[in-house]
């Protein structure tokens, strides 16, 4: 009786245990591609903006409790390590510049003809007078490196389908937010809005996407706009007029000396 019992035994393990292995993998299996397919999904977000390179004119409108205004200006990027961003208008600000080169962030003062170089401590200050922080300029198209990215929700919502990350900071990640929600579009992947959580999980900033047109080649968002949290009747609203991708540009396009040229 025993030794039937432990035959038994033995051929109920040889046929439940490959189910069981086989299901293992297959979970596995199943996280690897939706943890791919986040990333490649964000890489082309990323992507949307920049591309290799890029030359860009855009307006900046800036609405506070105190005053409205706009500014025009003339940007131009390298892979994801280099930024120059240059007021044209108005003239009481035309040449203020800032220039990112890796994690350091340079602003020129054409009144004064000074250079500052923004410490640590500076990076949650205002960039050019806006909701845009420093550090976001810093921190621009790192997502893959400093975020683990989940695709949290899919399907439809308020009418449309859509796809829903949940981008959590690594542990040795040098970024501000607590949690960053990003929806997007399923069909087109492109991206309808972006919630900023602090450290807290409490809601901080929402950007919204709109103003789909062609720039670049490419369909996408012409217009941005950064809402706060705690001030709703405020806002910073990004509109691009001319974007090209993909120019010829070096690294010694963006030095100190570029940065003062008007």
């Given at each position: 009786?025993?030794?039937?019992f ?42 949307l903006w ?14 506070t ?16 390590e ?50 845009f922080?420093n ?26 389908n ?10 040795d990640a ?22 900023y ?5 409490n809601?901080?900033?929402?950007i ?7 720039l ?16 709703p ?16 540009l070096?690294?010694?396009?963006f ?8």
């Amino acid at each position: 009786m025993r030794i039937m019992f432990q035959k038994r035994r033995r051929l109920f393990l040889c046929l439940i245990l490959p189910y069981f292995l086989l299901s293992d993998f297959t979970v596995a299996d199943e996280a690897l591609d939706s943890t791919s397919r986040a990333l490649a999904i964000l890489r082309q977000i990323d992507d949307l903006w920049r591309g290799d390179s890029s030359h860009s004119l855009f307006s900046m409108k800036i609405k506070t409790g105190h005053y409205t205004r706009t500014l025009r200006l003339e940007g131009w990027s390298l892979d994801t390590e280099k930024t120059l961003v240059r007021i044209l208008a108005p003239k009481k600000e035309q040449g203020v510049s800032s220039l990112k080169s890796g994690k350091h962030l340079y602003t020129y003062l054409p009144r004064t003809d000074r250079t500052i170089r923004l410490t640590s401590s500076m990076m949650m200050g205002s960039w050019m007078g806006s909701h845009f922080t420093n550090d976001d300029l810093v921190q621009e198209s790192r997502r893959e490196r400093d975020y683990d990215i989940d695709i949290s929700f899919e399907g439809i919502r308020d009418g449309r389908n859509i796809i829903e990350f949940t981008l959590i900071p690594k542990v040795d990640a040098a970024v501000v937010w607590g949690k960053v929600m990003l929806t997007v579009i399923a069909d087109t992947l492109l991206p309808v809005d972006e919630q900023y959580y602090d450290e807290d999980f409490n809601p901080a900033r929402t950007i919204i996407f709109s103003d789909m047109k062609e720039l670049g080649g490419q369909v996408r968002p012409a217009t941005m706009r950064v809402v706060p949290s705690d001030k709703p009747d405020e806002y910073t609203e990004i509109t691009y007029q001319v974007l090209a991708l993909d120019i010829p540009l070096d690294d010694s396009f963006f030095s100190l000396n570029q940065l003062k040229r008007r």
